[in-house]
């Protein structure tokens, strides 16, 4: 029995590691763009070209993540809530296969899981709206 407790604690280990990786390698290649415009914008302007507003914007602009931040939150909100009701049914269906409790601790988790899926969904509605406020503000 302990070789299983110990077999469950390094695949929760490992888990959390790929976790911890995944999203350390996503946030060092954002990083390594951001690094690659500032280094064109250097070149630009050390061959002594010219630089005008439009392009320093297209290649300094920050907020182009952001553009794609609505749909990321959007896309996680809409697999959220299935992921509630499925926990549900999840739920109920091992209530009557195993044990009765676990109908009550799967109730309690899947309104957790909805309302993060809500919360998303709140988000990207912000964000929309944040950036259609600013595309006004820039027009006039």
Do not use: C
């Not at 954002?30 to 914007?57: F, M, Y």
């Not at 809530?81 to 044990?99: D, E, N, V």
């Not at 109908?103 to 957790?112: R, W």
Request: glycine content about 10%; overall charge negative; charged content about 20%.
């Amino acid at each position: 029995m302990e070789i299983l407790d110990t077999g469950a604690g390094l695949a929760a280990l490992g888990f959390w590691i790929f976790i911890g990786m995944a999203v350390f390698s996503s946030a060092w290649g954002d990083v390594r763009k951001r690094e690659g415009n500032h280094e064109t914008l250097r070149r630009i302007v050390e061959s002594g070209h010219e630089i005008d507003a439009e392009l320093a914007h297209q290649l300094l602009e920050l907020t182009s993540d952001q553009r794609n931040t609505a749909r990321d939150l959007n896309v996680g909100g809409v697999i959220m809530l299935p992921t509630a009701l499925g926990l549900a049914i999840l739920g109920w269906a091992m209530s009557m296969i195993l044990a009765e409790e676990l109908l009550f601790i799967t109730f309690g988790v899947a309104p957790l899981v909805a309302l993060i899926g809500f919360g998303l969904l709140a988000a990207a509605h912000l964000v929309r709206r944040e950036q259609a406020d600013d595309y006004l503000d820039d027009s006039f």
